[in-house]
C-alpha cells in the first residue's frame, strides 16, 4: 500500500504581529525609544525621583538604549534572520509572545526605577525584578538560535551566539555594578555591550547592506534587458576590520592609551571607508532605503575619527560615543527596520512609504546635533541635546505612524510572515 506524506500543519498565530519576531520587536522598540527618550529628557533635566545613589542616570540612559532599544531591534532581526538562514521555524504566536514579554517586563523595571515609583519596596527593586526577565529574554533568544543552528549545522553562526553570551555578560555587570554600589563596574557592562552592539553591526551590516544595494539597484537597460549591480567585498576587509575593532574595543574600555586608541580607531574607519568606496553606486542617492544605509556607516567612520582624534584634541569623549552610538545603531537599525519590514511583509522594497526620507534627515539632524555642533559651539551645549532629543523623537514617530500598521497587518499575498 503506498504511503502518502500529508502537509504538515502551517504555521498559525493569533495575531500577525505575532507572526515572526521583527513585527513584534521593531513595533515594540520603536515606541520604547520614544518613551525612553522622552523620559531621558526629563532625567537628565532632574525632573523624575530617580535613586541616583543607586545608579547614575548616565548609566540609565546607557543601559536602556543598548539592552533595551537596541537589543530589542537584534532580537527582531536575528530570529527573522536565522529562519532565513537555516531554514528553520523561529518561534511565532505565543511562544514569541512568552519571549517579548520577557523583554516588556525588564523595560518597565527600569521605567519605575527611573521615575522612583514607590509601592513600599525600595528603588533598587525593580532593577532585581528587571534583571529576572532581562537574563530570561536573551537566555530564550539565544536557546532557540543554538537549536537552530545546531539542528541545520551551519556553525559559522556561532559567532552570533558568542556576541548574545557576551551581552548578557555585559548586563550582568550593569546589575551587578548597581547591587553592589560599585560604578565603574556598571559603566564596563554598559560599554561592553555598546562595543558589542556595533560589533554585531559591523558584522551583519557586512553581510546585508552589499545584499541591499544589489537587489536594491537592480534595473532594465534602454533594450529592456534586466542589468545587476554587483558591489565589491573583500574577506581581507572583514578580518582587517574585526582585529582592528577588537584592539579599539579593549583599549577604549580596559586599556587607556592614547596611541593606541588613535592607531586602532583610524584602522576601523580607514578599513570601513574603504569597504564604502567598494559598495558606492551613485543611483544609491535615489533610494532612501539604500543611502540611509551608507550614512550610517559613514557615520560610523567619521565616528571612529572622532575617538582616534579626541585624545589630542581634548573634546568630551561622549561626543564620539554618542556619535558611534546615533550613526552605528540608531541611523543603521531605523534603516535596517524600514526596509525589513517591507520586504518581510511582502510589501514592495521600491515603494517605501514617502516619510523615510523625513525620519533618515531627522536622524541625521540628531547626529549634526548632538555630535557636530558641541565641536563647534560648546555654549549652547544644552541646546544641541535638546535639538537631538527632538529629532530622534520626531524620526520615531513618524517611523511608528508610517510602519506599525504594516507590521501589525497580514501579507497582501497572504502568506504566513
Not at 531591534?73 to 530570529?79: C, D, K, Q, S, Y
Not at 530564550?140 to 557576551?166: C, T
Request: hydrophobic content about 55%; some cysteine.
Amino acid at each position: 500500500m503506498q504511503v502518502i506524506d500529508l502537509p504538515s500543519k502551517p504555521p498559525s498565530s493569533p495575531h500577525p504581529i505575532l507572526n515572526l519576531s521583527f513585527r513584534i520587536f521593531f513595533s515594540a522598540g520603536a515606541l520604547f525609544a520614544i518613551i525612553t527618550m522622552t523620559l531621558w529628557a526629563f532625567v537628565f533635566t532632574g525632573r523624575t525621583d530617580i535613586d541616583a545613589q543607586t545608579l547614575n542616570p548616565i548609566y540609565w540612559h546607557g543601559h536602556e538604549m543598548i539592552y533595551g532599544y537596541a537589543l530589542a531591534i537584534v532580537a527582531g532581526f536575528l530570529l527573522t534572520a536565522v529562519k532565513t538562514w537555516t531554514g528553520v521555524m523561529m518561534p511565532h504566536g505565543y511562544k514569541l509572545l512568552g519571549i517579548f514579554v520577557c523583554w516588556l517586563l525588564a523595560r518597565l523595571g527600569w521605567i519605575a526605577f527611573a521615575l522612583g515609583v514607590d509601592i513600599g519596596i525600595e528603588q533598587s527593586a525593580w532593577l532585581y525584578i528587571a534583571a529576572v526577565f532581562d537574563l530570561l529574554f536573551v537566555g530564550s533568544m539565544a536557546l532557540v538560535i543554538f537549536r537552530a543552528v545546531l539542528q541545520v549545522k551551519q556553525y559559522k553562526q556561532m559567532g552570533i551566539l558568542a556576541k548574545l553570551a557576551l551581552l548578557t555578560l555585559g548586563n550582568g555587570l550593569c546589575y551587578w555594578g548597581v547591587f553592589s554600589a560599585n560604578m565603574t563596574m556598571t559603566k564596563i557592562g554598559v560599554y561592553l555591550g555598546f562595543y558589542l552592539i556595533i560589533g554585531l553591526v559591523l558584522t551583519i551590516g557586512r553581510r546585508v547592506v552589499p545584499f541591499f544595494i544589489e537587489r536594491g539597484l537592480g534595473t532594465s537597460n534602454a533594450a529592456g534587458v534586466a542589468e545587476t549591480v554587483t558591489v565589491r567585498n573583500s574577506k581581507v576587509q572583514d578580518i582587517t576590520s574585526l582585529l582592528f575593532f577588537l584592539a579599539f574595543f579593549i583599549t577604549d574600555l580596559f586599556y587607556p592609551n592614547k596611541y593606541l586608541l588613535t592607531i586602532s580607531a583610524l584602522g576601523v574607519a580607514v578599513v570601513n571607508i574603504v569597504r564604502l568606496i567598494g559598495w558606492y553606486h551613485r543611483v544609491i542617492w535615489q533610494k532612501p532605503l539604500l543611502w540611509s544605509l551608507y550614512m550610517a556607516f559613514l557615520g560610523m567612520c567619521l565616528s571612529f575619527i572622532l575617538y582616534a582624534l579626541q585624545p589630542w584634541l581634548g573634546y568630551n569623549h561622549s561626543i564620539a560615543v554618542h556619535g558611534l552610538a546615533i550613526s552605528g545603531i540608531g541611523m543603521m537599525t531605523v534603516a535596517m527596520m524600514a526596509r525589513v519590514s517591507l520586504g518581510h511583509t511582502g510589501r514592495s522594497i521600491h515603494e517605501p512609504p514617502k516619510t523615510v526620507t523625513i525620519m533618515f534627515a531627522l536622524m541625521a539632524l540628531a547626529f549634526i546635533s548632538r555630535v557636530l555642533l558641541p565641536l563647534i559651539d560648546t555654549s549652547h551645549y544644552l541646546w544641541w541635546i535638546i535639538i537631538a532629543q527632538g529629532a530622534w523623537i520626531a524620526c520615531f514617530v513618524l517611523f511608528c505612524i508610517s510602519y506599525l500598521h504594516i507590521l501589525a497587518s497580514p501579507r497582501p499575498d497572504g502568506l504566513f510572515g
